[in-house]
């Protein structure tokens, strides 16, 4: 278990490349560990401590924008299944839970060496889609439509930006939209949900990769039919552009046009 998650999160920050670290005298995303009780949940966040993945994430963020006060990563037990950004507190919340909760999902439906892959792929591009609320609540980005939908959006355009490994994260993080849409009837689906239903989400996560790379996901062609494949091609320039101008009067130095995202 431990060794597993060792060479993952190396592999995942190899794979990452582009954080480094930062230095800066402005606001900064710090991550803190309140301290784990469970000894599975102390046992991953010694190798976290050790090997210090949203450190390095953090790093990244604040070596890439100016923001105006610290922003606090809380990894930690919360007693809920779940990860979030409260703009109040400036903080975002990682629960082991989640983690948890991932693993036995994955396990249901894959071997194991494969489901810890996509449960840590996919916690990581949680942890993105965090930073996307983030990045809206502390820099006062203005959205029109979802949030949610937007910054999942955000989270695809930067694991696509950033390559390699990085885009098993938005991967691994559909195929959990997909399999707990596939369990739905739909008298269970919440309608009200500020979230899109979970097979919204999961199309919406394949729509953006096909769009960004039609020849690496072609396995999309056989789920979606080509008015709307040709839609995701038109779309991932726009929303990519979209973000970068949102953006960018917060970037502490502006890259071409399409090379902002690469965080
Ligand atoms: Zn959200």
Not at 67 to 86: H, K, L
Request: hydrophobic fraction near 45%; include cysteine; glycine fraction near 6%.
């Amino acid at each position: 278990m431990l060794k597993f998650y060792k060479a993952t999160l190396v592999a995942m920050l190899l794979g990452a490349g582009l954080w480094s670290s930062a230095s800066a005298d402005d606001g900064q995303i710090r991550v803190v560990y309140p301290g784990a009780k469970k000894p599975e949940h102390q046992a991953v966040e010694k190798i976290l401590k050790e090997l210090r993945p949203f450190e390095a994430m953090a790093d990244s963020y604040n070596r890439k924008f100016f923001f105006p006060r610290d922003v606090i990563i809380v990894v930690a037990e919360t007693g809920q299944v779940n990860c979030w950004y409260i703009e109040q507190e400036h903080r975002i919340y990682i629960s082991y839970e989640l983690l948890d909760f991932l693993l036995e999902l994955f396990r249901k439906v894959e071997p194991e060496k494969e489901a810890r892959a996509d449960a840590l792929n996919t916690l990581f591009f949680v942890v993105l889609h965090e930073m996307g609320h983030a990045l809206v609540g502390e820099l006062d980005i203005p959205t029109t439509g979802r949030e949610e939908d937007a910054v999942d959006d955000f989270a695809c355009l930067t694991v696509h930006q950033v390559g390699g490994a990085a885009r098993d994260q938005a991967l691994a993080a559909a195929k959990w939209f997909g399999i707990m849409g596939s369990r739905k009837n739909n008298a269970d689906l919440p309608f009200w949900d500020e979230h899109s239903l979970d097979m919204q989400r999961f199309y919406g996560i394949i729509g953006l990769m096909y769009g960004a790379n039609p020849n690496r996901y072609m396995f999309a062609e056989k789920l979606v039919p080509k008015r709307q494949l040709e839609r995701y091609v038109h779309d991932y320039p726009k929303k990519l552009d979209s973000w970068e101008r949102l953006l960018a009067p917060h970037f502490r130095k502006k890259l071409p046009r399409g090379q902002n995202l690469k965080i």
